[in-house]
């Protein structure tokens, strides 16, 4: 039995995997919190919350394990020492970016620079896109926005705060929304509350602020979104021509209402963990 885990800054994603049977379910556990846990009692508590993931209904253990990960130092050994308690086993196997694989080429000039689930992202998406070109999306605490031309050459991409930090950012720097931020209802399509009247909700502006920062995050990641992908899909697919937009991350549904429906978005939450799996069974 194999396990494919996605370690990000925000979670850990994972799944079993045994031969000749459909993947598991994927699974999340949250990380330690650094400002409350660190050293023996984070491990304890990350090893508490992977425990029940990383065994079968008969308790059986996986003899291999290939991690993605793009944390730091300190957050890897902790997760190594998590795993080492579990699975003491099993061969734990941390993937790196080739220059190419699975017809995949990295645009990067250094390539070891290029994230490692960002390429797991871009191969799986190659794989689907039945010789398309490609734009791969990932919205976890980073926005990642990568292109694929129909041959798979990573032809380049884009780095955005993603929806939290973004919010996050506000909190710090302007600790006089705090309120605001609290209440703040989640990312909308570009349109006022329905309590406001009709001029305001048609020109898509908030009569508080809460309301206000919502739809301000939706204006800027949807405009962004559909600008870049109007032009790439101009760029890579001439005369009419289809891009493939592959939709993934944890918060891949919140920007799913912000793309124009022209660009067919197909979200593919589990694209990561596909991914790694492909990477990790290539033959290089």
Known sequence: MNCYIDAGNSRIKGRLQRRSR???????VEWP???DESGRQAV???????DPHLADEKKRRPRQI????????????????????????ARVRWL?????????????????????????????AHARADKHPVVVINAGTAITLDLLDAQGN????????????????LRQLAPGLSDA??????????????????????????????????????????A???????????RLAPGGGQVRVFLSGGDADRLEGLIDPAFAVRVEPDLVLAGIARLARARR
């Open 154 to 169: 990573h032809v380049g991409g884009l780095i955005l705060p993603g929806v939290r930090a973004q919010l996050a950012g």
């Open 44 to 50: 304890d508590r990350l090893a508490d919350g992977l």
């Open 96 to 124: 790196g970016v080739p220059r190419k694989c699975c017809n995949v080429r990295v645009g990067y000039p250094d390539h070891h620079a290029l994230g490692v689930d960002r390429f797991c992202a871009m191969i799986e």
């Open 224 to 234: 962004t979104l559909n600008q870049m992908l109007a032009l790439w899909t101009e």
């Open 181 to 222: 931020l609290d209440a703040v209802p989640g990312i909308k399509p570009a349109q006022a509350a329905e309590t406001v009247d009709t001029v305001t909700r048609d020109l898509g502006v908030a009569t508080d602020t809460a309301t206000g920062l919502a739809l301000g995050q939706g204006w800027m990641l949807g």
């Open 66 to 89: 290939a991690v993605a990960s793009v944390v730091d130092e300190e957050r890897r050994e902790q997760l190594e020492a998590a795993l080492e308690r579990l699975c003491p086993e």
């Open 22 to 28: 459909a993947p598991d379910q994927p699974f999340a």
């Open 33 to 35: 919190t650094r400002e």
